[in-house]
Each structure stands twice: as structure tokens, then as C-alpha cells.
């Protein structure tokens, strides 16, 4: 069973930043494309970014595009989240997914991954 496990959120003030870290338990995922999504209260959760398992390719939500950016460390299996400029609107529980798939693209989709963590609290006060 792997695990993955979030960590670095916490509350901060617009415009500060913060590093979201996700560790994975077993090694054989580092293989695999990984993502961050959010859920705020009351919402659906909700694609940020993802990240080829190379490092090589990475893909942002609009929303967040030019003030996050993911990355990972294969050695470590671990995927970051760098957050930068942080919004109140940014407020929501972070979650980090492995996509168990073999696409030729990123994927975008809640359905297209499989093994999340069990999410860590931004919020992000005005």
C-alpha cells in the first residue's frame, strides 16, 4: 500500500509564500506523474498542477499559473509545491496524487489519479 503524506501548509497573509511537500512511501512511484489539487470549503476539488515523472514537463491551472510551481526530487520521491503571492482565494486543503497512468500527456482529472494523501490546510488571510 503506498502512502503519501503532505506537509508545509499552514496560515499565512496575502502575498507571503509557502512550500508544500508530499513524501511517498514507495520508491517504485517515483516513476509516475504527480499532481496537486485543492478543495475549499463547499467546493469541488479542483486541479493545480502536475509534473512528469522526469521533472521535465509540468502543467498549472490558470488560476495559479506564474505564482506556483511544482517540482520533485526523484531521489527523495518527493513532489513540492511552491507557492508564492498566495491569495485568500487560495485558501483550501492541498492534496498531492499520484496518476498511476501511461499517458503521452498531464493529466488534469480528479478520476485520472489514484493514491492521495490525506491533504494539508492553507489559508491564506487578507
Known amino acids: 500500500q503506498v502512502q503519501l503524506v503532505e506537509s508545509g501548509g499552514g496560515l499565512v497573509q496575502a502575498g507571503d509564500s509557502l512550500r508544500l511537500s508530499c513524501a511517498i512511501s514507495?520508491?517504485?512511484?517515483?516513476?509516475?506523474?504527480m499532481g496537486w489539487f485543492r478543495q475549499a470549503p463547499g467546493k469541488e476539488r479542483e486541479f493545480v498542477a502536475a509534473?512528469?515523472?522526469?521533472?521535465?514537463?509540468?502543467l498549472y491551472a490558470d488560476s495559479v499559473k506564474g505564482r506556483f510551481t511544482i517540482s520533485r526530487d526523484n531521489a527523495k520521491i518527493t513532489v513540492y509545491l511552491q507557492m508564492n503571492s498566495l491569495k485568500p482565494e487560495d485558501t483550501a486543503v492541498y492534496y498531492c496524487?499520484?496518476?498511476?497512468?501511461?499517458?503521452?500527456?498531464?493529466?488534469?482529472?480528479?478520476?485520472?489519479?489514484?493514491?492521495w494523501g490525506q491533504g494539508t490546510q492553507v489559508t491564506v488571510s487578507s
Open positions: 496524487a499520484v496518476d498511476p497512468g501511461t499517458r503521452s500527456y498531464l493529466a488534469s482529472g480528479v478520476y485520472e489519479y489514484d493514491y
Open positions: 514507495r520508491r517504485t512511484f517515483g516513476g509516475y506523474a
Open positions: 509534473i512528469s515523472w522526469s521533472g521535465g514537463t509540468t
